[in-house]
């Protein structure tokens, strides 16, 4: 294996002696050694007898030789894996001892057992394959708790739950809520490194920062922040090629956009540019070779970007070689007062499965997870729906509007394939922007397009919505800017669980003044709505969609929806006693609600809102005077539509009489299930509501 023999030629002095001993000389050392490799492995492209060139290295044939004495072929069979070594893990202390034949083994076992998880459960798949070998070292090398490993996202973090003995509770992701180890670590990596420097603490903290986190500003002010701290913090930039990764559709991946991903292709192929014009003079400039792939960069500037900003940078590194990640980190982590150290590691995402790496998308899907597959061939499989997702009524409502208004243009933040805007690129190339995982560009970019008389909409997760609440305020509702934004996944979305629990939009949106805010109960009044946020052109709007299919309503000819007058709902269903007031899919509830109280000889009337901002005043004034209990229903948190509808009932006087009012949402965080038991734990089921209109007339709940 010939980079472990390097490796360890170059850092056995290191890690003896320190006398003398700083990141610009381990990191010079380190560029040195990934050149003469990079040398070696062109000797060898080109004359099969120069395998042994650099003394200690095998030709890859041996490599493959050597690695067939430890490890058996991986086997995805859908049975449950063999893990022999995994077993024996019940701490991460056990690691410590393993050699580095076994860390192999040991990577594999988890890959296998990653995909047997996921295939059982769904959920993301190639973030976590391609990061086997960097946790099996980073679990190897520190120690946790005491040590604190960040990951950016959970999608990467299925080898470090499985290394960190919750290998048997793995079979119920998505599931079931687990408390969480204490060896996960929430939070901002720099603030933990400056926290315990001010307590006194020693331990080391460790961050795993994808390339698509960094089309993030906060990213970047964290970075711009590190220089001034000067805190000892390990940044691992998990690079896999793809910043900004378009999902897999029906006419396969887009390839990923950006800038930065070109910044970063040419920093990982410095030393092959270099061996391939300088052959075997190569060696003659190693010395020279710390500031060639800093130049990549910042060109003319002798330093890299991570350079400039503070940071010790090291690498590229091989993702996939243990023995190379191994030995760096052993090195920085026995560095005294070693400051920020940035180590660029390359990986492929979906690594060692191959239906992953041949993938468009390497099994990752941001927007609806890998559902069940079959491990040995990675066929995917999932029930079939007579109805479109929400999603694709959306794109194909709006390609129907942009047909005949060629001022509509479509913006989203790397979720092409997951907002179906696949559908508006291939008909609209030219009016169809992604501007990378970067919301908060999403709504200033859509801004400037506004200005210029262009149609601006925005489709965001909601969320993701979170993270743009100045630039909605600032850029877009404050000078009554017209552009459109089109919520998707709104309200409950099934197994992602807590960080999904998208409740929050219609709060954050509605207290906006200049907000147009709607919502459909069907997919037929989706399509309206696209139509009329098309219409409105002093103003803001949004709608909310749900994740999930239609209800399978009659859809307009040719997917066009007919504009709706602003601010008005509609009665359906009229009755005496008491009135239902939906807002959004949940409307559907709603009339199932008044089903079972037609048992019980109470007649409900269900009117379907349509619009939170402007409410239709008048028709709740009807509703007020006209029944004893007005009940209004959400998805949605408290401080959105209820909290609009009772405000308003409050200032025109409408409680002072007999009006007995509720209004039910979200009480909590709602965590992982399927739609319907979350609908239950939220108390927003069918049966919830007809139970909430019985307690509110006086009537025996318990007869439900």
Request: charged fraction near 20%; include cysteine.
């Amino acid at each position: 294996m010939g980079s472990y023999s390097v490796l360890k030629t170059n850092f056995s002095p290191m890690l003896h002696s320190q006398d003398e001993f700083s990141l610009p000389r381990l990191s010079s050392s380190l560029h040195s050694m990934k050149w003469k490799l990079n040398a070696v492995a062109s000797a060898q492209d080109h004359n099969e007898d120069e395998d042994k060139k650099n003394t200690g290295a095998l030709s890859s044939s041996q490599q493959k030789q050597e690695k067939l004495k430890f490890k058996s072929a991986l086997k995805f069979s859908g049975e449950n894996p063999s893990t022999p070594i995994l077993d024996t893990i019940n701490c991460t202390k056990h690691m410590k001892n393993l050699s580095m034949e076994e860390l192999e083994m040991l990577a594999d076992e988890v890959r296998e057992e990653v995909i047997y998880v996921v295939s059982n459960s769904e959920g993301h798949l190639g973030a976590s394959l391609e990061v086997a070998e960097l946790t099996v070292a980073l679990h190897h090398v520190f120690s946790t708790p005491d040590d604190k490993i960040i990951w950016d996202v959970g999608h990467q973090a299925h080898p470090h739950k499985i290394l960190t003995a919750r290998t048997s509770r793995m079979r119920t992701i998505r599931q079931t809520k687990w408390d969480e180890s204490v060896h996960d670590a929430f939070g901002a990596g720099l603030g933990m490194a400056a926290g315990r420097d001010l307590i006194g603490k020693n331990n080391h903290v460790i961050v795993v920062i994808s390339d698509g986190a960094l089309t993030t500003g906060q990213a970047y002010e964290a970075l711009n922040n590190v220089s001034l701290l000067d805190s000892n913090l390990i940044i691992i930039l998990n690079d896999n090629n793809q910043v900004s990764l378009p999902i897999a559709t029906a006419d396969g991946s887009p390839p990923p956009v950006g800038a930065l991903r070109k910044a970063l292709k040419r920093l990982r192929q410095a030393p092959k540019a270099i061996t391939e014009r300088d052959g075997g003079q190569a060696d003659e400039i190693v010395a020279k070779v710390d500031l060639y792939p800093r130049g990549m960069m910042i060109n003319g500037l002798g330093a890299c970007f991570f350079e400039e900003l503070g940071l010790h940078y090291i690498g590229p590194v091989d993702g996939h070689n243990l023995e190379e990640l191994v030995h760096i980190m052993m090195v920085v982590k026995a560095l005294p007062g070693q400051g920020t150290v940035l180590i660029h590691v390359v990986t492929e995402e979906g690594k060692g499965y191959a239906p992953a790496e041949a993938a468009p998308d390497k099994m990752h899907d941001e927007a609806k997870g890998v559902v069940k597959l079959k491990p040995n061939s990675g066929k995917q499989w999932k029930p079939k729906s007579s109805t479109l997702s929400y999603t694709q009524y959306f794109a194909e409502s709006l390609i129907a509007e942009a047909e005949r208004d060629d001022k509509i243009v479509a913006i989203h933040a790397g979720m092409e394939g997951g907002t179906e805007f696949n559908l508006f690129h291939k008909r609209f190339p030219d009016r169809c922007f992604d501007v990378e995982i970067a919301e908060r560009d999403v709504v200033t970019f859509a801004a400037g397009l506004a200005t210029k008389g262009l149609k601006p909409f925005c489709t965001i997760y909601s969320s993701f919505l979170r993270r743009v609440y100045y630039q909605l305020v600032h850029d877009v509702d404050l000078p009554k800017l017209p552009v459109r934004f089109a919520i998707d996944s709104a309200g409950l979305v099934g197994a992602d669980g807590l960080t999904h629990c998208n409740a929050f939009d219609t709060t954050l949106l509605a207290c906006l003044p200049n907000m147009v805010v709607m919502a459909p109960s069907c997919e037929w009044e989706l399509m309206n709505m696209v139509a009329t946020a098309a219409t409105i052109d002093d103003k803001p709007s949004c709608f909310r969609y749900p994740r999930g299919n239609g209800i399978g309503s009659i859809i307009p000819s040719f997917n066009k929806g007919t504009p709706l007058e602003v601010g008005k709902g509609r009665v359906l269903e009229e009755g005496t006693r008491v009135a239902i007031l939906g807002y959004g899919t949940i409307v559907q509830s709603c009339v199932a609600a008044a089903r079972l109280l037609q048992r019980f000889g109470i007649s409900a009337t269900v009117v379907d809102a349509r619009f939170c901002k402007p409410l239709d005043g008048e028709l709740i004034r009807q509703l007020a005077r006209e029944h004893e209990v007005l009940l209004s229903v959400e998805e949605g948190s408290v401080g959105g539509f209820g909290s609009h509808v009772t405000h308003f009932l409050a200032m025109n006087g409408l409680l002072d009489g007999n009006l007995n009012g509720g209004l039910l949402c979200y009480p909590i965080y709602i965590d992982h299930g399927t739609q319907s038991e979350q609908l239950e734990q939220a108390g927003l089921s069918s049966k919830h509501i007809a139970t909430t209109i019985l307690t509110l007339i006086g009537e025996n709940k318990d007869v439900i």
